[in-house]
């Protein structure tokens, strides 16, 4: 006896309709369409499905998974976005933050036109601005803030997410290929300049090259007084001296550049002309046959005492008579000067001697398994830092109630925070790719396979009648408009690569099928550099901004 009401309602009975719901959803997301899927949104139907028939958790269980999965998931997303978040912001990130601010405002701005003219509720709206934006941290920040101001679930803001969610992946490829015609695009043309990494995102990017020095004002001048001159980070990797056929010369700041010498030399694209100016003339020169004094190497840096340090304090040159040229963090290859502070998981390409490549191996730690061994402190006290910040009232002028940031937001930013400013004050935060998708993975199916339990009941009555085919409409809007104007004002206004474009408009969308299709038009990897530029500034737009319009039109 006892143990039928312990299986009926208890712990046993919550854990296997959660995981049942979860398998059948993972399985399910495997199927693609023309290679479009629905991934983890099958998650949620599948849930939803089971709320229909009843088969549901406790109620106190349901609520607990659901906010602990939602927790996991914005925090592994802050901390992946965190270390580029602030530096997303400079130079040619900037404008392209700019476009992603002006789109999501177009969105906000289409929830309040249509709350009024049709009056749909703001919950409602709410989560199919979630769906059709295809951002689940929005969807659980609207819960959040609901049931934070009202002490209650609303049901309606999971229906409209379930609803306008297909048609929002679906819905950006549409505006993709809608503005192709609209801005005629020459592909071609758009091709040679992504090539050349030209546009916003070439300062966020390394290129090398190769210079004839021939510029009379800086024959015998050193590397240091160069840099002095032009003010710009570039690195010289590799140099042969005008009458020597040899490369076995490593440059540092003291070395002297004279006429006709050949540098090989690493920046910015934005930068490289300023210093040809200076040096000389760009030449082709195959390096290829002077890779046997001095040779190129990656090593990473696994080893948790040089978390936080720059390259100034390494002192490679002098100590090892070593260059680095470039330093590859997360997929992104960045130039190489003095004050750059090392994270754990950096990529250092190194030139030097085999000897001095071995010593730097062992200086830097140059071991994956050491990587592996998850840091799970940080996680769990950022959450508990992050479960503080989430209760703080922030009041704003003209809003009745002090908002804040709840579940959603709280440990997102305590994330950024910790991801970002963690390797200044030594802080380990690193996680390896495949330790933060899991944890990642876990929270958001908890989380989905809990939402659509909650809402199960009400969602087909909702769909069968005419309110349910509005809401599609309605998400419809929401998914295209905003990135048909999106990619107008990024054009005309902001004059932005087709394809950086496309991957922004995916970026402020945190939608990976929009990136994936993007990336297939195109060789080179400005779609994916684009949408890793706006990617933590949106989500934190979307996060924080869903909260604002719950607590101004329910409150």
């Given at each position: 006896m006892g143990s039928a009401a312990y299986w009926g309602g208890g712990v046993s009975h919550s854990i296997f309709i959660l995981s049942l719901v979860i398998t059948l959803g993972l399985l399910l997301g495997r199927i693609k369409v023309k290679n479009v899927s629905l991934g983890l949104t099958w998650v949620l139907i599948i849930g939803i499905v089971f709320g229909y028939f009843n088969?549901?958790?406790?109620?106190?269980?349901?609520?607990?998974?659901?906010?602990?999965?939602?927790?996991?998931?914005?925090?592994?997303?802050?901390?992946?976005?965190?270390?580029?978040?602030?530096?997303?912001?400079?130079?040619?990130?900037?404008?392209?933050?700019?476009?992603?601010?002006?789109?999501?405002?177009?969105?906000?701005?289409?929830?309040?036109?249509?709350?009024?003219?049709?009056?749909?509720?703001?919950?409602?709206?709410?989560?199919?601005?979630?769906?059709?934006?295809?951002?689940?941290?929005?969807?659980?920040?609207?819960?959040?803030?609901?049931?934070?101001?009202?002490?209650?679930?609303?049901?309606?803001?999971?229906?409209?997410?379930?609803?306008?969610?297909?048609?929002?992946?679906?819905?950006?490829?549409?505006?993709?290929?809608?503005?192709?015609?609209?801005?005629?695009?020459?592909?071609?043309?758009?091709?040679?300049?992504?090539?050349?990494?030209?546009?916003?995102?070439?300062?966020?990017?390394?290129?090398?090259?190769?210079?004839?020095?021939?510029?009379?004002r800086i024959d015998g001048q050193t590397v240091a007084q160069v840099k002095n001159i032009i003010h710009r980070h570039f690195v010289i990797s590799r140099i042969i001296m005008e009458g020597q056929q040899e490369h076995n010369a490593v440059v540092n700041g003291?070395?002297?550049?004279?006429?006709?010498?050949?540098?090989?030399?690493?920046?910015?694209?934005?930068?490289?002309?300023?210093?040809?100016?200076?040096?000389?003339?760009?030449?082709?020169?195959?390096?290829?046959?002077?890779?046997?004094?001095?040779?190129?190497?990656?090593?990473?840096v696994t080893r948790p005492e040089l978390n936080g340090k720059t390259l100034q304090q390494l002192n490679l040159n002098t100590n090892f008579g070593a260059t680095v040229t470039r330093v590859n963090r997360n997929g992104v290859d960045l130039v190489a000067h003095p004050h750059l502070r090392l994270q754990l998981g950096d990529r250092l390409t190194v030139v030097a001697s085999e000897l001095s490549q071995s010593k730097i191996e062992k200086m830097l730690g140059n071991s994956l398994k050491r990587l592996n061994y998850p840091n799970l402190i940080p996680i769990f006290l950022g959450i508990a830092l992050g479960c503080i910040l989430a209760n703080v009232p922030i009041v704003i002028p003209g809003i009745p109630t002090p908002i804040r940031l709840g579940l959603a937001g709280g440990p997102f930013i305590v994330a950024i925070l910790m991801g970002y400013f963690g390797p200044r004050y030594h802080l380990i935060t690193y996680n390896t790719i495949s330790a933060n998708m899991m944890l990642r993975e876990i929270g958001i199916t908890m989380f989905l396979a809990c939402v659509g339990l909650g809402a199960g009941s009400d969602f087909f009555h909702t769909l069968i009648n005419e309110q349910g085919l509005a809401w599609i409409g309605y998400g419809m809007i929401l998914t295209m408009l905003p990135i048909l104007l999106g990619g107008i004002i990024g054009r005309y206004f902001f004059h932005i690569n087709y394809y950086t474009l496309m991957g922004v408009l995916a970026g402020g969308n945190t939608n990976p099928p929009a990136l994936a299709f993007s990336n297939s038009l195109t060789t080179s990897d400005l779609p994916s550099a684009g949408y890793a530029t706006v990617y933590p500034f949106a989500m934190f737009l979307r996060i924080i901004g869903i909260q604002i319009l719950i607590m101004v039109f329910m409150s």
């Open positions: 088969l549901n958790l406790n109620m106190e269980l349901l609520h607990f998974m659901r906010e602990f999965g939602l927790v996991l998931f914005v925090y592994c997303i802050g901390m992946q976005v965190g270390p580029g978040f602030f530096s997303s912001f400079k130079k040619g990130g900037l404008s392209l933050n700019m476009l992603i601010v002006v789109t999501i405002l177009i969105s906000f701005v289409l929830v309040i036109g249509l709350h009024y003219a049709t009056g749909t509720s703001m919950t409602a709206l709410a989560g199919i601005l979630s769906g059709a934006v295809t951002n689940t941290p929005s969807l659980g920040a609207a819960q959040q803030a609901y049931f934070g101001l009202k002490g209650v679930e609303a049901p309606e803001i999971a229906t409209g997410y379930a609803l306008a969610y297909p048609m929002g992946v679906i819905g950006v490829i549409l505006s993709f290929i809608l503005l192709r015609y609209i801005l005629r695009i020459k592909p071609t043309r758009e091709e040679n300049e992504a090539e050349r990494g030209l546009g916003q995102l070439e300062q966020l990017t390394v290129r090398s090259f190769t210079l004839e020095v021939s510029n009379q003291q070395t002297q550049l004279h006429q006709h010498d050949r540098l090989l030399v690493v920046a910015a694209p934005a930068d490289i002309d300023a210093i040809t100016a200076l040096i000389g003339k760009q030449i082709d020169f195959d390096w290829a046959p002077y890779g046997k004094e001095l040779i190129s190497r990656r090593i990473l």
